[in-house]
């Protein structure tokens, strides 16, 4: 610590600062907020004078590019101590937050990861432009030997604590067919390597990066898998596919780009990121007992699930390999929330229906106020499933009016739902016997649910004792 202090007088002449130690993160890393009179800087204590070198270095050329990165200020002799610029405490992981907990971006957030995106391009580019590569560490460049380092870390930290029986023979052969997939482009960009929004310092507004010592050349691909796929990130596919867009954009500021081939080759880096990233969870969560990477496990489960539904076929060992791990009981809980939409129709005199899933209910339309079938004897051995209730009701329009009403309320709802994981939502119609009107709308309801949004959707006539289940498309 006296270190700091020295390296804290030594820059701005001041010998007596107040010293914060700050969350630390995966890393060896230790972080210090120093601060005398409106003097604020950040001291670090790295243990790898090769890996601060590497930082102290890639920082010094990155600003010289006019990179938002923060500037190293002083150095001790054996660099095992420094201190850098203070960017604050905002980090884009936690402005981000509402989004990341909802599904649901504001505008606000969607600026500042579009933004975000955008300047990564301009740094994997313009950082790479007369960088001495050397300094970078533990590898100048993304080559065989790394890609074998994170697949191995997936095998040996992550996969083998399953206890699951697996080739290692047929498996490695799959790990070669994805390492040559890697390596087929030539590339001489600055490939950042751990490129994800707690990585990312907001500073009026503005994007500035941090922890970029592991990174060296190689392809674009994988920090725009790291960034959009990191497990917590929750990203939607639609402001996913935004980003995807947007980077390319800036991307082309440099070099063409073929939108075609930068998908193909990017869904290939997200699957290997996210087995190094389950690689990462296992070593630092089953074997340096840190929690917060064990919860992180069901997220990244979550995307490789996704990731496993469409293609990938070249693997043939270990796709089925990787679908049959995420499906093992110890990760059943890590299964996605998927939404159910429970219909009902009922008599009002025999009760609301009861909500068996504790969640105390939902929508309940009273369709009493519609001309009634009932009143007429000819219906009363009909129900609102039957064409001559049919065709009464929409011949008299009342309940076409009550229904376009309802829907894009209930729509709102559902597609809210989904977004926020919930997985239940309840949706009752009621009228005097729960036999023509409310069965009618409850059956238009779950049909018009299950089309649009293609969820499983359970629907109960309660008084005539009938249930359907439309199932999840």
């Not at 499983?456 to 009938?466: A, F, I």
Request: overall charge neutral.
């Amino acid at each position: 610590m006296q270190q700091l202090k020295d390296l804290f007088k030594e820059y701005t002449g001041k010998s007596n600062p107040k010293v914060e130690a700050l969350p630390s993160s995966g890393s060896n890393r230790r972080y210090y907020r120093l601060v005398e009179g409106d003097t604020s800087i950040i001291g670090v204590h790295g243990e790898s004078q090769e890996e601060n070198y590497a930082f102290i270095e890639l920082a010094a050329h990155f600003h010289e590019q006019q990179l938002n990165v923060p500037k190293v200020l002083a150095v001790s002799n054996d660099k095992i101590f420094y201190i850098q610029e203070d960017l604050g405490d905002t980090v884009l992981f936690d402005t981000i937050k509402a989004g990341r907990n909802t599904g649901v971006f504001s505008s606000d957030e969607k600026e500042l990861l579009h933004k975000t995106i955008s300047m990564l391009a301009d740094f994997q580019v313009k950082g790479a432009k007369g960088l001495d590569f050397s300094v970078c560490y533990p590898q100048p460049k993304f080559n065989r030997r790394s890609i074998y380092w994170d697949l191995n870390y997936f095998k040996y930290n992550f996969l083998k604590t399953t206890e699951m029986d697996f080739q290692e023979d047929l498996l490695e052969n799959d790990f070669d067919k994805l390492a040559n997939t890697l390596l087929e482009d030539d590339n001489s960009t600055f490939m950042y390597r751990d490129f994800q929004s707690r990585n990312v310092m907001i500073v009026n507004g503005e994007p500035y990066f941090i922890d970029f010592q592991g990174g060296r050349k190689g392809p674009v691909y994988y920090d725009v898998a790291s960034f959009l796929w990191q497990a917590k990130a929750n990203f939607p596919n639609e402001l996913r596919d935004e980003l995807i867009q947007t980077y390319i954009q800036s991307l082309k500021k440099y070099f063409d780009v073929n939108e075609a081939h930068f998908l193909i080759k990017l869904r290939q880096f997200v699957l290997f990121r996210t087995l190094q990233v389950l690689g990462a969870y296992g070593f630092r969560g089953y074997f340096e007992k840190k929690p917060h990477f064990i919860q992180s496990i069901p997220f990244a489960l979550n995307n490789l699930r996704d990731l496993l539904k469409d293609g990938f076929n070249e693997y043939t060992y270990m796709k089925p390999m990787l679908k049959a791990m995420t499906e093992l009981k110890q990760f059943a809980d890590t299964q996605k929330r998927e939404l159910e939409v429970r219909v009902f129709s009922f008599a009002y005199k025999k009760g609301i229906p009861n909500d068996v899933s504790g969640n105390g209910g939902g929508y309940v339309f009273d369709c009493r106020a519609i001309n009634n079938p009932g009143k007429f004897e000819r219906f009363n051995h009909f129900t609102g499933r039957d064409e001559e209730v049919i065709k009464f009701l929409e011949d008299d329009g009342e309940m076409e009016v009550f229904l376009n009403n309802i829907y894009p309320l209930v729509d709102s709802h559902v597609k809210r739902y989904m977004e926020r994981n919930f997985t239940n939502l309840m949706v009752s119609f009621g009228c005097t016997g729960g036999q023509h009107r409310s069965v009618y709308a409850a059956q238009k309801m779950a049909e018009h649910i299950s089309r649009k949004f293609g969820v499983k959707v359970s629907l109960v006539h309660r008084e005539q004792n009938w249930e359907q289940v439309f199932k999840r498309r």
